[in-house]
């Protein structure tokens, strides 16, 4: 059974930075994207980055461009997020996700496997 394990959470002053990482494990892993979500209290779970398994491409909401990078290992069935320049409304659970079928795909539907979420807290 596959799952999907994240760390680096954390609280951080605004303007700081975090490191998440999500680590793959449990048997023979394929899959298309894998993305970073968000769900804030009382709010959906938004899309945050994802990035394509085969081309690397790689996919931002507008909230956190320029401010956020993904990056995976296939090697190690693993994939980062980099977040500088946090601010408050960053403040979130942040999920792992991974996609069978979809090289991009924007809807917490379209993912197959979830990790159990790591907390984010910015503070001003």
């Known amino acids: 059974q596959v799952q999907l394990v994240e760390s680096g959470g954390g609280v951080v002053q605004a303007g700081g930075s975090l490191r998440l990482s999500c680590a793959a494990s449990g048997g023979t892993f394929r899959y298309r994207a894998m993305s970073w979500f968000r769900q804030a209290p009382g709010k959906e779970r938004e899309f945050v980055a994802g990035i394509s398994r085969v081309a690397g491409n790689t996919y931002y909401a507008e909230s956190v461009k320029g401010r956020f990078t993904i990056s995976k290992d296939n090697d190690k069935n693993a994939v980062y997020l980099e977040m500088n320049s946090l601010k408050p409304e960053d403040t979130a659970v942040y999920y792992c996700?991974?996609?069978?079928?979809?090289?991009?795909?924007?809807?917490?539907?379209?993912?197959?496997?979830w990790g159990q979420g790591t907390q984010v807290t910015v503070s001003s």
């Open positions: 996700a991974a996609s069978v079928d979809y090289a991009l795909a924007y809807r917490p539907n379209s993912y197959d496997y």
